[in-house]
């Protein structure tokens, strides 16, 4: 579902999701240009600070959405000052309480209906609805 919210917060026509799991060095999400060059590379969880200078130097823009409560603002501790200098990098962080919103959504046939604005998700299906904020950690913007 995390990776769902990364689709929607970056939607484009050539948005693709990665292999997953399975493929260590691909990102969860990425989209590519025309040359087949990344344009945007997604990553979903707690990336090490190896991963998103490799995924910075491969890509235009990086976004890292973190999640995982303590777990999330620990690595965030020991990696905010690795990665603060790369300048095509974006993370963001939910709240465990974004997280459990999310995973109560998560059905085998979901029809979703999604509003984002101003850096605020409303997410929703027939029976309830949901409104997430990802918490900007480092922007490329800032």
């Known amino acids: 579902m995390v990776r769902l919210l990364a689709f929607l917060l970056n939607a ?6 990665g292999r997953g799991l399975s493929a260590e060095d691909e990102a969860d999400l990425q989209d590519l240009d025309l040359t087949g060059g990344i344009e945007r590379w ?3 969880g707690l990336p090490d600070e190896k991963a998103i200078r490799r995924a910075c ?8 959405l973190s999640y995982g409560g303590r777990a999330a ?3 965030w501790q020991q ?3 690795k990665v603060a200098g790369q300048k095509n ?13 999310l995973t109560a959504l998560a059905q085998r046939n979901m029809r979703l209906q999604c509003t984002i ?3 605020v998700v409303w997410l929703g ?12 950690l480092l922007s490329r913007d800032a």
């Open 42 to 44: 997604i990553d979903v």
């Open 73 to 75: 603002d620990i690595w």
């Open 117 to 119: 604005q101003d850096g």
């Open 79 to 81: 990696t905010a000052g």
């Open 89 to 101: 990098l974006q993370v963001l962080a939910l709240t465990p309480e974004d997280s459990e919103a």
């Open 125 to 136: 299906n027939s029976d309830q609805h949901v409104e997430l904020t990802p918490r900007v």
């Open 57 to 64: 130097s491969r890509a235009r823009q990086v976004v890292v």
């Open 12 to 17: 484009s026509e050539t948005l693709v999701f």
